[in-house]
């Protein structure tokens, strides 16, 4: 479908560019957190597995003791990954004092800690989707230690 006008309006217009601003606190970053918990994609594998994703550290053992059949679909692979890294996230921002959501360098969301370490959870999500390593809860772990 070929329509004129619409070619010429994106060529006049440019491309969309788009900011988003937080304000200091936690308050505001309230809807950020719950957007990026929904993880529907890793949620619904887990509950077809029988694992009930409550954002606690002991779901994220329950993950690791899936099995990986999501391994052999090439298009869920990258979804899965990146919901993985997502709800790993999530559960390190409301279970582990000072962590909370930023956008790194790259402009994926990544978890700062309180001592200023900055997580990319989505990059840990894909590894450990394809590989299985390192465990969401040995990463975890690594960060509520210290």
């Given amino acids: 479908m070929n329509i004129s006008f619409l ?11 788009g900011v988003a601003v937080f304000s200091e606190g936690p308050a505001e970053h309230g809807g950020l957190t719950d957007l990026l918990a929904e993880c529907e994609l890793m ?10 994703l409550d954002d606690t550290a002991a779901s994220l053992t329950a993950l690791d003791q899936l099995v990986p059949r999501w391994r052999d679909d ?12 997502l709800y790993l996230g999530t559960v390190m921002v409301r279970t582990v004092p000072g962590a909370g959501w930023v956008l790194g360098p790259n402009g994926q969301p990544v978890v700062r800690l309180a001592s200023g370490r900055e997580i ?3 990059a ?3 590894e450990w989707a394809v590989t299985g390593a390192p465990e ?8 509520a230690e210290g």
Avoid at 7 to 16: D, F, I, L, S, T
């Fill in 74 to 85: 090439e298009e869920l692979l990258p979804w899965l990954g990146n919901d993985a890294g």
């Fill in 7 to 17: 070619g010429n309006w994106r060529k006049k217009q440019g491309p969309a560019l």
């Fill in 43 to 52: 949620r619904s594998q887990a509950y077809a597995a029988g694992v009930e």
């Fill in 136 to 143: 969401l809860s040995w990463l975890y772990a690594e960060v």
């Fill in 120 to 122: 990319d959870v989505v």
């Fill in 124 to 126: 840990a999500g894909h």
